[in-house]
């Protein structure tokens, strides 16, 4: 593979000296950054690092304090969003910026319709040039079959994505910007997507590409740059990285990507399963869990693996099947039927389901688990602070302290607050989804050391994840999932990726 080439020479984008503060805290001190024409820029860094803050004053969605910005060797001066996408700077969010009601082509088109002929707005909009046209950007550019004619909301995520991609292409954006473009994907998709990353950049695109994911970086990117504290500590052609050289330079000591499996021993039945089912959704769904074990579901999006978890919980009702708890029938209707029974669960999409946005760390840490922080019927405000504090400690959670707005927090120091509510919660049964998404490699250690410690206290844990290598790795047990049936069932000596990729797709026949 010519993966890991370094790019042409011609330089389209020059950052020098950006600095940055929030208030009396300086988030990026004096950056340089220089993007070449067909390159593809991996920019990594702990949790608040200051990645995104240095990808929003290119996109003229914060103003920067000091330094320059030179597009194609002009100074840029980018004001404001429109300003950004003049100067031919997209952004692909996670949270992606497309109207969900109206179709792919409707949406690549969108506030740049195509009239007929002359006459401007006053002639009807040429539905068939736009429908050829992004055809050809969607078919041609980026090798991809989407179904353009359905509204976006019908559409798995990684197709939104493109489409959202295809709307850049097709604005002629020279500069596209993915910051943390792979978090929500299942593996697959994320083969897409580079496919898509290479092809835009042999046509001479250059991308600035953000993730958690350090195996994506060397695989896709062609130089890497690491932030920490708001300074560029290193930068260089992929090709002179390995992982922990890496992970070195962003935390600033060396620490290694393992994560060992967490060692328990399997104790007495928690919890049966046993035929769970939801007309459409999931089917016949059987498995036991046990004390000090942790249980994996995979699947492709769609399979149904979510709602099953959101149905053990008692958030997503379920219309047949049975659920035992230590070997006790037990109707989990509601949320409260759940946490009487003592399970706890971490939605995967915790930005919208779990934190409260108008609170501060403190209030988002401690909720959950108020009867620690209570004597009588009042809080104590000391407690609330001691166990916030460790907390913060703990995770190394980038914050000003307990009383700091949640809003203030980076994407990723965001999840370790919702880790830390989850760590602190007394339950026996812990379902996860996807547990580390948008952490780094600090906070993903001290996450898998807390489930082991719950393993150790005769807990279980499930795991729905995407993340096909942390759950072949700290899994005993995976269940993998497909068009919402368990097409198989993996012990943990016998799990792979590959095994896993195999039974998402496929569910008979032997894996040789
Ligand atoms: N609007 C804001 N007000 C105050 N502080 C902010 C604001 N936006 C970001 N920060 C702070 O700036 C720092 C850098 O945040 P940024 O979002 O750039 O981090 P990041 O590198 O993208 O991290 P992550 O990997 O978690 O997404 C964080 O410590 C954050 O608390
Ligand atoms: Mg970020």
New binding site residues.
């Given amino acids: 593979m010519t993966d890991q080439k370094t790019g042409g020479n011609d330089i389209v984008l020059e950052m020098r000296g950006i600095c940055?503060s929030?208030?009396p805290?300086s988030?990026?001190r004096g950056v340089d950054l220089t993007l070449r024409r067909g390159q593809v820029l991996g920019l990594i860094?702990?949790?608040?690092?200051?990645?995104?803050?240095?990808?929003?004053i290119l996109c003229g969605i914060?103003p920067k304090d000091a330094g320059t910005i030179t597009i194609d060797g002009a100074q840029a001066d980018i004001k404001d969003a429109a300003a950004a996408q003049r100067l031919g700077v997209s952004t692909i969010y996670q949270e992606l910026s497309l109207i969900p009601d109206l179709n792919a082509v409707q949406n690549i088109f969108l506030n740049r319709e195509k009239a007929k002929g002359r006459g401007g707005l006053f002639n009807p909009l040429d539905a068939k040039t736009m429908r050829e046209a992004a055809q050809k950007v969607l078919q041609d550019e980026l090798k991809m079959s989407i179904n353009i004619d359905v509204a976006l909301r019908r559409l798995p995520l990684a197709q939104k994505q493109m489409v959202e991609i295809a709307r850049t292409v097709y604005a002629d954006a020279k500069i596209i910007i993915m910051?943390?473009p792979t978090a929500a994907l299942e593996a697959p998709e994320r083969e897409q997507l580079f496919s898509v990353i290479r092809t835009l950049r042999d046509k001479g695109r250059s991308i600035i590409f953000?993730s958690?994911h350090l195996d994506e970086i060397l695989r896709i990117c062609d130089t890497v740059h690491i932030?920490r504290d708001?300074n560029m500590v290193a930068e260089g052609p992929v090709s002179q990285f390995s992982m922990d050289a890496i992970i070195s330079n962003m935390v600033g000591k060396s620490l290694k990507a393992q994560y060992p499996k967490p060692k328990a021993e399997i104790g007495g039945l928690l919890m049966k399963v046993t035929a769970l089912s939801k007309a459409g959704i999931f089917k016949n769904i059987s498995f036991e869990l046990h004390e000090g074990e942790v249980i994996g579901i995979v699947g492709l999006e769609g399979c149904g693996k979510n709602e099953v978890i959101r149905s053990i919980f008692g958030s997503a009702a379920y219309d047949d099947g049975a659920i035992e708890i230590r070997g006790e029938n037990c109707m989990i209707k509601n949320v409260k039927n759940a946490m009487k029974r003592r399970i706890a669960f971490v939605p995967g999409e915790r930005k919208t389901e779990g934190l409260f946005l108008l609170q501060d760390v403190a209030w988002n840490t401690t909720i959950a688990a108020l009867e620690k922080l209570t004597r009588g019927n009042t809080i104590i405000n000391k407690k609330e602070l001691i166990y916030t504090d460790q907390f913060i400690e703990r995770l190394h959670t980038?914050?000003?302290g307990p009383r700091?707005?949640i809003?203030?927090?980076?994407?990723?120091?965001?999840?370790k607050v919702m880790l830390s509510r989850w760590i602190m919660t007394d339950a026996d049964i812990f379902l996860l989804e996807e547990p580390t998404r948008?952490?780094?490699v600090n906070a993903k250690a001290e996450v898998y050391r807390a489930i082991g410690e719950y393993l150790r206290q005769k807990k279980g844990v499930v795991i729905v994840s995407s993340e096909e290598e942390e759950v072949a790795s700290i899994c005993d047990k995976v269940l993998v999932m497909r068009n919402g049936e368990i097409s198989a069932v993996l012990d943990s000596d016998m799990v792979t990726t590959e095994k896993i990729k195999y039974y998402s797709v496929k569910n008979e026949g032997a894996l040789s």
């Fill in positions: 940055k929030f208030g805290v988030v990026l860094g702990e949790n608040g690092a200051g990645k995104s803050t240095l990808i929003k914060y910051d943390e953000i958690h932030l708001g980038r914050t000003k700091d707005l809003t203030n927090l980076s994407g990723g120091n965001q999840q948008g952490i780094d």
